[in-house]
T-cell receptor
Framework: GAGVSQSPRYKVAKRGQDVALRCDPI?????LFWYQQALGQGPEFLTY????????KSGLPSDRFFAERPEGSVSTLKIQRTQQEDSAVYLC???FGTGNQPQHFGDGTRLSIL | DAKTTQPPSMDCAEGRAANLPCNHS???????VYWYRQIHSQGPQYIIH???NNETNEMASLIITEDRKSSTLILPHATLRDTAVYYC?????????????FGQGTTLQVKP
């Protein structure tokens, strides 16, 4: 499709397990963002890539969170040793360039930690 | 990035114009005003953005005051499908690591 695609749509994991969330941005989009959205709250920034370079990871809540975009296209957000407070919707967004072009969001991955 | 202030909720009758206000009194000269909306269980959807001139697209109009300290999003003919949370955000754009800082937004309820 033409939009941002995220998989899986839903993920259930037991506390302590590692999870990997995938984002396929719109083709040709240089910028890629990850956000975390807790229930009833607005999305919160996690990290930003320009092509394959991770230029801002100030929003990652702990060193258990790791993101990569090795070829400047698909990105993976990995959470190690998951905890219950990691339960949230994880949103990916991409934008065409590095100017004021708007970010386009996927529908997110809903992560539930039991 | 500057913070924004929006009313927590608004109602609008179907077919009427919905006018959603936003205050951003600390906006700086290189920051844009973006509007997104989020329908339940979906990701945020981009609506419109502007710097200082009024903007219009197929979805909405954006009116920015001359001093840029506030703006209004106008949905000219609201439908039931416009029921959503609307976020007003100011940002420098992706080129400056333009992360979007979402507040609580305005929950717009369009009623038949």
């Amino acid at each position: 499709g033409a939009g941002v695609s995220q998989s899986p749509r839903y993920k259930v994991a037991k506390r302590g397990q590692d999870v990997a969330l995938r984002c396929d941005p719109i083709s040709g989009h240089v910028s890629l963002f990850w956000y975390q959205q807790a229930l009833g709250q607005g999305p919160e920034f996690l990290t930003y890539f320009q092509n394959e370079a991770q230029l801002d990871k100030s929003g990652l809540p702990s060193d258990r969170f790791f993101a990569e975009r090795p070829e400047g296209s698909v990105s993976t957000l990995k959470i190690q040793r998951t905890q219950q407070e990691d339960s949230a919707v994880y949103l990916c967004a991409s934008s065409f360039g590095t100017g004021n072009q708007p970010q386009h969001f996927g529908d997110g991955t809903r992560l539930s930690i039991l | 990035d500057a913070k924004t202030t929006q009313p927590p909720s608004m109602d609008c009758a179907e077919g009427r114009a919905a006018n959603l206000p936003c205050n951003h009194s600390t906006i700086s000269g290189n920051e844009y005003v973006y509007w997104y909306r989020q329908i339940h269980s979906q990701g945020p959807q981009y609506i419109i953005h502007g710097l200082k001139n009024n903007e219009t697209n197929e979805m909405a109009s954006l009116i920015i005051t001359e001093d840029r300290k506030s703006s209004t999003l106008i949905l000219p003919h609201a439908t039931l499908r416009d029921t959503a949370v609307y976020y007003c955000i100011v940002s420098r754009g992706s080129g400056n690591t333009g992360k979007l800082i979402f507040g609580q937004g305005t929950t717009l309820q369009v009623k038949p």
